[in-house]
């Protein structure tokens, strides 16, 4: 079983970028679709992106797109979340998932990570 251990969060001021990385152990992501959540004070869960380890391809919410870059290394078994041009409503923790390309369950979640944006 795969096991998620994020790292990379901190404070910032609004304009300034972070790195999230999210590591896995256990098994490879060779099989799954890595996805990062957040959760912003007082809101629900919410989707930020996601990366199919087979061939790549990602997805983004309209709210992150062409500011946020979601990468990995199969050598490190190692997703990546490049932040840019950060915004005070970015606030949150920060959280990466795993599923199986072939479930929609998600196989783990990691303890998250906390991204503070200040204005």
């Known amino acids: 079983q795969v096991q998620l251990v994020e790292s990379g969060g901190g404070s910032v001021q609004a304009g300034g970028s972070l790195r999230l990385s999210c590591a896995a152990s256990?098994?490879?992501?060779?099989?799954?679709?890595v996805n990062w959540f957040r959760r912003a004070p007082g809101k629900e869960l919410e989707f930020v992106t996601s990366?199919?380890?087979?061939?790549?391809?990602?997805r983004y919410a309209d709210s992150v797109k062409g500011r946020f870059t979601i990468s990995r290394d199969n050598a490190k078994n190692t997703a990546y979340l490049q932040m840019n041009s950060l915004e005070p409503e970015d606030t949150a923790v920060y959280f990466c998932?795993?599923?199986?390309?072939?479930?929609?369950?998600?196989?783990?979640w990691g303890k998250g990570t906390l991204v503070t944006v200040s204005s």
């Open positions: 998932a795993a599923r199986e390309i072939t479930s929609s369950a998600y196989a783990a």
């Open positions: 256990g098994r490879t992501f060779s099989s799954y679709v």
């Open positions: 990366i199919t380890w087979t061939d790549g391809s990602t």
